[in-house]
């Protein structure tokens, strides 16, 4: 059955009328008979290009990261210039810089940074707030914080989160 909304290019399909409904469609498969051109191009077009899926094609280590190296930056900074592009590290290291805070007397960059840990408990916190405006229970809380993100958390942390936010 045709939808009234749907869209056909004719009004023959399968079983159309002056068909029989058990018989084969005239050129299946391969055996299709080849259809004219539309009169506006589209088509085969009879070119090719050439697809190189070789180790040639992956992605070149930035020569930069040796030249980090071999003026003595620490790992740790190397292995964050890999992942974020040396781009990326040059930027946030420029801005660091910057800050006459951040300088030692050595010559190096002291760099003032919290630990990760606190970035996702501060989420932890978050989600927790986001629970207690759902109206769940402390105990329901508890139960989805230690089977969500397999953390071990009191019900009166829960309590003491809740209060703060």
Known sequence: MINDDEKRSSDGGIGASGQPADSPADGVG???????????????????????????EEKKRDQRLDELQKMGLQRIWIDIAEKIGVDNLLIAWRMLDSDQANHADDGRLLIPI??????????????????????????????????????????RNILRISKRG
């Open 30 to 56: 391969g055996r299709q008979a080849s259809s004219p051109h539309p009169d506006r191009g589209g088509g085969y077009q009879n070119n090719c290009t050439v697809l190189n899926f070789g180790l040639s």
């Open 114 to 155: 919290r630990r990760y840990r606190t970035y996702i408990r501060y989420q932890r916190n978050r989600y927790i707030e986001s629970l207690v405006e759902m109206n769940l229970s402390p105990r329901e809380i508890k139960e989805k914080i230690e089977r969500q993100l397999c953390e071990k958390i009191s019900v």
